[in-house]
């Protein structure tokens, strides 16, 4: 089993920018396809960002284009995944979470959820 921590989330003004970090730790020898997922009270869970294992391939949702960057970590962190936030809106708050997907065409989550990270853009 993958336990997934998420970090980097707070409060920021509209048109701010914040990072968020996720370290998905288990099978050491393997290289995970992982994605960033958010929810509001407003929206179920939904997918925003995902990148592949090699890094090379990424996609976004419609909402978050020109806006997020999905990125991942070194060869020394190879599980651990980034999500920079730029030019936040007020309809991006939400719960922050990532986890390990299936593929990048099929982007089902695979792990436990974790506690996922709160962000929160002011007007």
């Known amino acids: 089993q993958v336990h997934l921590v998420e970090s980097g989330g707070g409060l920021v003004q509209a048109g701010g920018s914040l990072r968020l970090s996720c370290t998905a730790s288990?099978?050491?020898?393997?290289?995970?396809?992982m994605a960033w997922f958010r929810q509001s009270a407003e929206k179920d869970r939904e997918l925003v960002a995902l990148i592949s294992r090699s890094g090379s391939i990424t996609n976004y949702a419609d909402s978050v284009k020109g806006r997020f960057s999905i990125s991942r970590g070194d060869a020394k962190n190879k599980n651990t995944i980034y999500l920079q936030m730029d030019n936040l809106k007020t309809e991006d708050t939400a719960a922050y979470y990532c986890n390990v997907i299936e593929s990048i065409t099929q982007p089902t989550p695979l792990e436990p959820w974790g506690q996922g990270t709160q962000v929160i853009v002011s007007s």
């Open positions: 288990g099978n050491l020898g393997v290289t995970y396809t």
